[in-house]
T-cell receptor, first 113, second 111 residues
Framework: GAVVSQHPSRVICKSGTSVKIECRSL??????MFWYRQFPKKSLMLMAT?????????EQGVEKDKFLINHASLTLSTLTVTSAHPEDSSFYIC?????????FGPGTRLTVL | GESVGLHLPTLSVQEGDNSIINCAYS??????FIWYKQESGKGPQFIID?????DKRQGQRVTVLLNKTVKHLSLQIAATQPGDSAVYFC??????????FGTGTSLTVIP
């Protein structure tokens, strides 16, 4: 069964609005979660590492003010795309580590009009 | 930087045949590997893993082989079914518990 969930699975928004994506670990605690972005037919691109109780670690080139990450509890991390623009349209996927394995959520398809 | 690559970007197999998907990795210190299956519009699904102290591991219809000498990983799917059509990619765990993911091989099963 699934070990990581995401919500929503799909979102369409107008340019300039902000969108929040939730990532939850199911039945286990995740002090660290990871946020990826994936373009069609491309590999996963790590955006940031979300750390419970502390600031997220962003990869080079990822704007921390654009992609706000909050890891408020041991089972929940959120990614907020602020002032979204069409170029932010993508597939966003989170993941968490359980028993040394890396498990992914089902992904969130963001479309910015 | 470390890289994980796949030899073949696409693979077509006849239903019922066996599939072999390959992956090359570059970091000889990587100690743990995972194969994922990603269907269109979905997140990657954990299929099978293997530690570096093993050469082979079997699951249900899937087998992963690890050749550390040539830094090569393969995924074998027995009796491939239409539901196996997806992108498959490998991941290696390198130093600092970092995971690196390959681009993926698109498997198409022909009925």
């Amino acid at each position: 069964g699934a070990v990581v969930s995401q919500h929503p699975s799909r979102v369409i928004c107008k340019s300039g609005t902000s969108v929040k994506i939730e990532c939850r670990s199911l039945d286990f605690q995740a002090t660290t979660m990871f946020w990826y972005r994936q373009f069609p037919k491309k590999s996963l691109m790590l955006m940031a590492t979300s750390n419970e109780g502390s600031k997220a670690t962003y990869e080079q080139g990822v704007e921390k003010d654009k992609f706000l990450i909050n890891h408020a509890s041991l089972t929940l991390s959120t990614l907020t795309v602020t002032s979204a623009h069409p170029e932010d349209s993508s597939f966003y996927i989170c993941s968490a580590t359980l028993n040394q394995g890396r498990y992914f959520g089902p992904g969130t398809r963001l479309t910015v009009l | 930087g470390e890289s994980v690559g796949l030899h073949l970007p696409t693979l077509s197999v006849q239903e019922g045949d066996n599939s072999i998907i390959n992956c090359a990795y570059s970091n000889s210190a990587s100690d743990y590997f995972i194969w994922y299956k990603q269907e269109s519009g979905k997140g990657p699904q954990f299929i099978i893993d293997i530690r570096s102290n093993m050469d082979k591991r079997q699951g249900q219809r899937v087998t992963v082989l690890l050749n550390k000498t040539v830094k090569h990983l393969s995924l074998q799917i027995a009796a491939t079914q239409p539901g196996d059509s997806a992108v498959y990619f490998c991941a290696e765990r390198g130093t600092g518990n970092q995971f690196y993911f390959g681009t993926g091989t698109s498997l198409t099963v022909i009925p």
